[in-house]
């Protein structure tokens, strides 16, 4: 079974560019998450999707994040315009639904560093 | 209150040894709590997990030690080897949450020849 996939595995961009992450989490697995990782910190959950629906983006600082799920299978994150803060490793992880959502498996991540 | 206190932040065991991390949480209503082990490079795996409807779950060299009145849970590496160097997530979820995971801050796990 293949696990979760994410690309690029790492990204330098300067401040005020825009960045898109993108994310194909486990053949048949309905809930898709977005974490970030800053350096030395837990991952932070920034958007939950069940299929192609917004399930919690609480935390996703819409002012400059984005992210969608459109077929209901891989997801794009993107940030627009970066800033300094937004250093850190971006996972992906998926599980089969919602009601398993206590067993999610993650991608390797993306890196990014904003210079 | 969904805060999830992880220490200590770093640990260096002699191989054999036992590495102890421990967990403490707010919320009561927390009924997963797994722990994440995450190498270099890599995304966090599931390790090993429990409810708290039991005190003890052990899977081979892995114990999770879980206190409910505490509000406290703990992860124990028997005969700690260098390939458990890593780092280790305490988690915990809330199945009326959308079983969302919190996480710990980490600990940096080596376990020295």
């Known amino acids: 079974e293949a696990g979760v996939a994410q690309s690029p595995r790492y990204k330098i961009i300067e401040k005020r560019q825009s960045v898109a992450f993108w994310c194909n989490p486990i053949?048949?697995?309905?809930?898709l998450y977005w974490y970030q990782q800053i350096l030395g910190q837990g991952p932070k959950l920034l958007i939950q999707?069940?299929?192609?629906?917004?399930?919690?983006d609480s935390q996703l600082p819409k002012d400059r994040f984005s992210a969608e799920r459109l077929k209901g299978v891989d997801s794009t994150l993107k940030i627009q315009p970066a800033k300094l803060e937004d250093s850190a490793v971006y996972l992906c992880?998926?599980?089969?639904?919602?009601?398993?959502?206590?067993?999610?498996?993650f991608g390797p991540g993306t890196r990014l560093t904003v210079t | 209150q969904q805060q999830v206190k992880q220490s200590p932040q770093s640990l260096i065991v002699q191989k054999g040894g036992i590495s102890i991390i421990n967990c403490a949480y707010e919320?009561?209503?927390?009924?997963?709590f797994p722990w994440y082990q995450q190498f270099p490079g890599k995304g966090p795996a599931l390790l090993i997990a429990?409810?708290?409807?039991?005190s003890e779950k052990k899977e081979g060299r892995f114990t999770i030690s879980f206190n409910k009145s505490a509000k406290q849970f703990s992860l124990h590496i028997m005969d700690s080897q260098p390939g458990d160097s890593a780092t280790y997530f305490c988690?915990?979820?809330?199945?009326?949450?959308?079983?969302?995971?919190?996480f710990g801050t980490g600990t940096q796990l080596k376990v020295e020849l």
């Open positions: 988690a915990a979820s809330l199945t009326g949450g959308g079983n969302k995971l919190t």
């Open positions: 919320n009561t209503a927390f009924d997963y």
């Open positions: 992880a998926s599980s089969l639904d919602l009601g398993t959502g206590y067993e999610q498996y």
């Open positions: 429990i409810r708290p409807d039991v």
């Open positions: 999707f069940q299929n192609n629906g917004v399930v919690d």
């Open positions: 053949s048949g697995h309905a809930t």
